[in-house]
């Protein structure tokens, strides 16, 4: 296999390996996903942009980045966010019209989490920090082919579950918040 292909390859794994994890950007895209295959889109794109401004700085202070003395403060920070989110989710209601969609605010809640997701942020301090030292565009382009993937193909299928079962939309949301709540105590504990 020649390098390019290689590196596109290893770039798609990379990106799966960010994106498909269960964790609190995939329980906020799954609760946006019940109310409509648009807001669950929509809140994947708010990710993908967060990666996007992760990747870029990682990239661009790769020689001179080291938080470590600062990784309390992420903790801490993204658990807060985190509760504020989880919070938000229990006061929205699972079903929708075409009308009530939230939009620039789901984006930015999703921007908002990916920037302070410590496992974000950590997942580009380490993997993404290796992806920088690595490759080269290629495998960047292979990363983001990924997350596209990821966030068009979650929501769908969650929003197409839910709509033939709308029983379970609210269970979503509710489970999704308490994963979210989840993560925000699990790094609470790792500040401490």
């Known amino acids: 296999m020649s390098s390019a292909w290689f590196d596109l390859a ?34 994947g794109m708010g990710a993908m942009s967060a990666d996007l401004v992760l990747g870029v700085v990682v990239y661009s202070l790769r020689s001179a980045l080291n938080l470590s003395s600062e990784l309390r403060w992420i ?5 807060a966010v985190m509760v504020y989110l989880g919070l938000s989710l229990l006061r929205t209601r699972a079903e929708s019209s075409a009308g009530e969609t939230a939009g620039i ?4 809640s999703a921007l908002g989490l990916g920037l302070s997701n410590p496992f974000q ?21 292979g990363l983001f082919g990924a997350v596209a993937v990821w966030i068009v193909a979650f929501p769908w299928a969650v929003h197409l579950g839910t709509e033939r079962r709308p029983e379970v939309a609210r269970a979503l949301i509710v489970v999704s918040a308490a994963v979210i709540f989840g993560f925000a105590g699990y790094f609470l504990v790792l500040a401490w």
């Open 105 to 108: 605010r789901t984006y930015t």
């Open 75 to 79: 903790y801490l920070i993204g658990a």
């Open 10 to 43: 290893f770039g798609l794994l990379l990106g799966f390996s960010l994106t498909i994890p269960p964790g609190p950007m995939n329980a906020f895209i799954l609760a946006r996903s019940v109310r409509s295959f648009r807001e669950g889109l929509t809140a």
């Open 121 to 141: 942020i950590v997942w580009w301090l380490t993997a993404g920090l290796a992806f920088a030292y690595f490759g080269g565009l290629i495998l960047f382009v």
